[in-house]
């Protein structure tokens, strides 16, 4: 189960969401993406679309699920995503830089992150399943946004999916 929150009530007073995209994919809370209009691939008018490679990640704008769990069918909290089709409230984290975020570790692909590492978008270009994870890079020159990982946390610890380690990352805006 992939859990995503902003650290502090004014971030969440504060950030600018999209109730409109829908999903090219299936997406959960926490994934990273670029909302295209008119989506010529799916033919929705705003579309969540995961970044096409390394270049689009860096240039683009971050955008991120954070839905509310409103399916009355689930009953385990761990087996929520949004469909392709179904809507996503999508959060723009480009205008949130200097925010504290909280993600479990089973949105990020990459192992052995520590603290003071930093974490960029996944793209369709990367060897994975789930091209709207995040990554560690060496080096984030280039990337309009990226998170900084400030603190290893048992955030999403309860999931079954989730190795017990979760990280609290700040918003660098570049």
Not at 30 to 52: C, H, I, L, M, Q
Not at 76 to 89: K, L, M, T
Request: aromatic share 10%.
């Amino acid at each position: 189960m992939a859990l995503f929150k902003f650290q502090n009530y004014s971030a969440i007073k504060n950030l600018q969401d999209n109730p409109r995209v829908q999903a090219t994919q299936e997406t959960v809370n926490g994934n990273a993406f670029s909302v295209v209009d008119n989506d010529a691939t799916s033919g929705f008018k705003e579309a969540a679309v995961p970044f096409a490679n390394a270049a689009a990640a860096k240039a683009g704008e971050v955008w991120v699920m954070m839905n509310i769990v409103d399916k009355p069918e689930i009953h385990n909290y761990a087996d929520y995503s949004v469909f392709e089709g179904e809507y996503i409230r999508a959060v723009n984290l480009s205008k949130m830089g200097g925010e504290i975020v909280e993600l479990s570790g089973n949105l990020v692909i990459s192992t052995g992150v520590k603290k003071g590492d930093k974490l960029v978008p996944c793209n369709a270009d990367d060897d994975t399943s789930t091209p709207m994870s995040w990554k560690k890079s060496v080096s984030v020159d280039g990337y309009k946004l990226y998170l900084e990982v400030t603190d290893l946390t048992t955030f999403g610890l309860f999931t079954i999916d989730n190795a017990g380690v979760g990280y609290e990352a700040k918003i660098k805006i570049a």
